[in-house]
T-cell receptor, first 112, second 115 residues
């Protein structure tokens, strides 16, 4: 079973920041938080991952709370092409082979 | 295009028939994964290969399912005696090995419909 809880759906206006929350209250000390997204009719796409510190890349920012029980994915300037299902995943990191356990994710709809 | 290809993209078959899907990962990736996704659900892990060795199989992978990666390159997933419940999208992903996390690159999937 997935170890994360996400809202089933969210809306965002184009050009605004999209903030997608994820609860992972049972995360263990060596588990990472990963975010993937799936645009309709495509395979999932990696976005970002983190352990304790906040992370930023060209796609998004990941904010992890100090107790690591929740996190937020931030898309700073959402576009229509960001409409997708966003999956928050908790799992082994480092040398782990990286099996992904997906939940049902959050359907993000970006409106014009 | 992620560089991971899957064939066929669509397959329609009758119950009881055997089907085989192929996945060609990114050439330097030694890790290969198969997932299954039904409508409205997230992908579910089926099996994992490190080079040619199959190192983990999900309990979802019944005896009717078999996967191979004979030379550590492409992989095949065969379903024997298909059932209507096998209808799903079958996704393949690959990643580099090593000592740090390597993102998984997913193919476009093979959509199976069992009539």
């Amino acid at each position: 079973d997935a170890k994360t809880t996400q809202p089933p759906s969210m809306d965002c206006a184009e050009g605004r920041a999209a903030n997608l929350p994820c609860n992972h209250s049972t995360i263990s000390g060596n588990e990472y938080v990963y975010w993937y997204r799936q645009i309709h009719s495509q395979g999932p796409q990696y976005i970002i991952h983190g352990l304790k510190n906040n992370e930023t890349n060209e796609m998004a920012s990941l904010i992890i709370t100090e107790d690591r029980k929740s996190s937020t994915l931030i898309l700073p300037h959402a576009t229509l092409r960001d409409t997708a299902v966003y999956y928050c995943i908790v799992g082994g990191g480092g040398t782990s082979y990286g099996k992904l356990t997906f939940g049902q994710g959050t359907i993000l709809t970006v409106h014009p | 295009d992620t560089g991971v290809s899957q064939n066929p993209r669509h397959k329609i078959t009758k119950r009881g028939q055997n089907v085989t899907f192929r996945c060609d990962p990114i050439s330097e990736h030694n890790r290969l994964y198969w997932y299954r996704q039904t409508l409205g659900q997230g992908p579910e892990f089926l099996t994992y290969f490190q080079n040619e060795a199959q190192l983990e199989k999900s309990r979802l992978l019944s005896d009717r399912f078999s996967a191979e990666r004979p030379k550590g390159s492409f992989s095949t997933l065969e379903i024997q005696r298909t059932e209507q419940g096998d209808s799903a999208m079958y996704l393949c992903a690959s990643s580099l090995g090593g000592n740090s996390y390597n993102e998984q690159f997913f193919g476009p999937g093979t959509r199976l419909t069992v009539l």
